[in-house]
Every structure is written in C-alpha cells, then in structure tokens.
C-alpha cells in the first residue's frame, strides 16, 4: 500500500508518536522509511552563525537521525537517512517528490497555530498524501500509534472521497481495524434574512429525509464491499465539520481517514472545507489521501518547485 514513507523529525518529542506510526504502517505494508531532518539556518545563512556552533548543530543532527534509523532498521524496515540545510519547507517538499508516497509529518496538538511542527507549509505545498500526527498523547496507547483498532472514515458521497478505500481496505485487513464509514447529512440552510417558514421547513425536511436514504444505501453497499465488520454511521448536523468532530468525541478513534477533496474541492487550493478543518482542529491522528498525483496538480508560483528546493 505504501511503498515510500517519508518521515520528516524536528528534533522534539514530536517524533516520538510519528516515528512508531511511520515503523507500524511500514512494518504492515512491506514499504522502506526514508528519514530526514532539515538544518534551518537563520536569515543569513550558515555564515551567520558561527562556525563551530554550526558543526556541532550538524554533528547532533546527524547523530539524532543514525539513532532512529537504527532503531527502525533494529525493527526489520529498510531505512535511507539524509540531512539537509536550508529551508525545511523546501527540501521537504522536494525530498517528497522524488517518489514519496506517504509523509509521516510531526506536528503540535489540535489547533491551526501547531499545524507543520517542520514546516507550516509543507502540508499544503506538497499534494502528497499525508499522515498527521498529533504530538499529544490521545486514547488508550501512547499518541496514538498503532495498530489501529478503530478507524473512522468520512466521506461525502463523492467518488473523489472514494479514493481512500484502499488504505482503509489496507488497515482493516493488516491491522484488524474496526472501521467506521461516516456521513454527515447536512440541513439545507434558507439563504434568507427572515426565519424559515412552514414551508421551508417542510422542504427542508423532505431534502433530509432524501438524502438520509440515499446515504443509507451508499453506505451500506460500502460497509458490505468492506467486510471485515465495517460499521456504517450517520450523522444529522447544520455543517459537516461539526458532525465528524461529534462523532469523533463519541467513538474516540484511533486514526481518521478522508480525502484531500470532496464535492466542492477546488484543485487549486490544496484542501477542501471540511479536511482543511479536520486538519486545524481534529484531536486524533489524521490521514489524508490525495486523489491526484501532485504532478497533476494547478501549482501557483508561490509553490516549491525543484528549482527553488534547499534554497
């Protein structure tokens, strides 16, 4: 499933819960573990700092990295290692375009001021498929690191959402994960300054209870394809947001898997409205599959290209 998995460290007790995620998801799909770590200079370069303080930054950096990649390679993984200077954002995103299929990426607690531990941009720069790891420690292991016994899965409907059933087909069949299928119906808002009427309500009702069917149905034949006991989950709210972030307090999953994009996802921007929310404010680790090679992507000039990594 994943064959690739980049693992970029910070150098903080970040790493901690990615790297067991990065050795678990690793171990299961035969894959090799590329770890990195980036040497940040501040704005004036290496030659900005003196000399002999920038040979010991590099000296730890590289002992830090021989240490994890020994203690993955102690766990059976096939394991590269490369340390870099520069922008992190940079050589992250052009390390991950050399043929990653996954980044394992460290990052804060829930909240969009920790999100990017290495880099804030590294996740809306690369289109890569990306597994976020909460520095926090959340539900019965340490950070949350596998196995994973209970996934939650959103999805909108859409066959771009689609595109994660094959890493969650992977982590029911090699993890034994419980996994949830959820859908959140939404209530047609009345675009209008005065309260609904009976009317309204009465159409807003009848959308309701037509989309709760046909999401009854679309999930059920999901739930089925899936096997393994994969359970199919409903949610009623005003927004989407609000229903996955209900569900996820009630269930208290162990990993969350959606897509970059749904329905509404514009590819010129990286994420749709409700992963970019999942992303900023979600407490549990979170998957998220891009269902275009980022080659395919509409890059903007503002975006890391192989000319500009590492400067």
């Known amino acids: 499933m994943f064959n ?26 035969g894959g090799t573990v590329e770890v990195m770590y ?35 390679a102690g766990a059976g993984l096939s394991v590269s290692q490369g340390l870099s200077e520069g922008q992190a954002t940079e050589n992250i995103v052009h390390r ?7 980044l394992v990426l460290p990052m804060g607690a829930s909240g969009r001021t920790h999100v990017g531990a290495v880099g804030g941009e590294v996740l809306s720069r690369s289109f890569v498929s990306t597994l976020l790891v909460r520095g926090e420690t959340h539900g019965r292991r340490d950070g949350g690191a596998g196995p ?27 993890f034994g994960a419980h996994v949830i299928l959820a859908h959140v119906v939404e209530e047609p808002s009345v675009p209008r300054p005065l ?10 009702a009848r959308l309701v209870e037509l989309n709760t069917a046909a999401a009854t149905r679309y999930l059920d034949d999901l739930t089925t394809g899936l096997g393994h ?16 972030h209900e569900l996820m307090r009630e269930r208290e999953p162990d990993l969350v898997v959606m897509s970059a994009h749904g329905y509404d996802g514009d590819l010129t921007w990286p994420f749709g409205e409700v992963t970019t929310n999942l992303i900023g404010y979600g407490p549990t680790p979170l998957l998220v599959i891009h269902d275009l090679p980022w080659q395919e992507r509409a890059s903007r000039p503002s975006e890391a290209t192989d000319e500009a990594w590492g400067g």
Do not use: K, N
Not at 7 to 25: E, K, N, Q, V, Y
Not at 198 to 203: F, K, T, V, Y
């Open 195 to 204: 309260p609904p009427g009976a009317e309204e309500r009465q159409l807003a």
């Open 4 to 29: 690739h998995l980049l693992l970029p460290l910070t150098g903080t007790d970040l790493d901690r819960p990615a790297i067991a995620h990065a050795r678990s998801l690793a171990l299961e799909s």
């Open 38 to 72: 980036v040497l940040e200079a501040p704005a004036g370069g290496p030659q900005a700092v003196d000399a002999v303080e920038w040979h010991a930054r590099r000296m730890a950096a590289q002992a830090y990295l021989e240490q994890v990649t020994a203690q993955l």
């Open 96 to 102: 991950a375009h050399q043929g990653a299929d996954l």
């Open 148 to 174: 994973y016994e209970t996934v939650l899965v959103a999805l909108d409907g859409s066959q771009r959402a689609e595109c994660v059933l094959p890493a969650v087909r992977f982590l029911a069949e090699r």
């Open 229 to 244: 006991g994969a359970e199919a989950r409903l949610v009623a709210g005003r927004r989407a947001a609000p229903g996955l």
